[in-house]
């Protein structure tokens, strides 16, 4: 399952990206870069999320007009997803090019995880912008 929460980026002089979210007070993170912004955000809101109950985002429009002092004076937003495990595991049929597989499966090896471990982390860092991170 995945929801899309709308954060709030801006960056003053001499600091880290900073990056907040309207919908959940209290969440919050850094970045040292751009390419950094998108998983540490995702980070964050699986650490907020931990103790707390779900929240039904806002709209990119609602939250645009609810930052818009912050949007005129540099900001911007990001869509960040929040993806959970619903649970349970459903069978797929994938075909994939027999040298990729060879690939993944030498990967899933090295790092101990089953096939379908290593293809469900791989697209969660992928939706997460954390491609670039190590396992």
């Given at each position: 399952?995945?929801?899309?929460?709308?954060?709030?980026v801006h960056k003053d002089e001499d600091s880290a990206w900073g990056v907040s979210f309207p919908?959940?007070?209290?969440?919050?993170?850094?970045?040292?870069?751009?390419?950094?912004?998108?998983?540490?955000?995702?980070?964050?809101?699986?650490?907020?999320?931990?103790?707390?109950?779900?929240?039904?985002?806002?709209?990119?429009?609602?939250?645009?007009?609810?930052?818009?002092?912050?949007?005129?004076?540099?900001?911007?937003?990001?869509?960040?997803?929040?993806?959970?495990?619903?649970?349970?595991?459903?069978?797929?049929?994938?075909?994939?090019?027999?040298?990729?597989?060879?690939?993944?499966?030498?990967?899933?090896?090295?790092?101990?995880?089953?096939?379908?471990?290593?293809?469900?982390?791989?697209?969660?860092?992928?939706?997460?912008?954390?491609?670039?991170?190590?396992?």
């Amino acid at each position: 399952m995945m929801k899309n929460y709308i954060a709030i980026v801006h960056k003053d002089e001499d600091s880290a990206w900073g990056v907040s979210f309207p919908d959940l007070p209290g969440c919050f993170s850094a970045a040292d870069t751009l390419d950094e912004i998108l998983p540490n955000a995702c980070e964050a809101l699986e650490l907020w999320f931990e103790d707390r109950p779900d929240v039904t985002p806002r709209s990119m429009a609602e939250i645009r007009e609810l930052v818009a002092d912050e949007l005129a004076a540099g900001a911007f937003l990001l869509v960040v997803p929040r993806v959970t495990n619903a649970g349970r595991s459903v069978r797929v049929n994938l075909s994939l090019d027999s040298g990729i597989l060879e690939a993944i499966d030498a990967a899933a090896s090295l790092h101990k995880l089953t096939r379908s471990a290593f293809l469900a982390m791989a697209a969660r860092n992928e939706i997460q912008g954390a491609h670039g991170r190590s396992i």
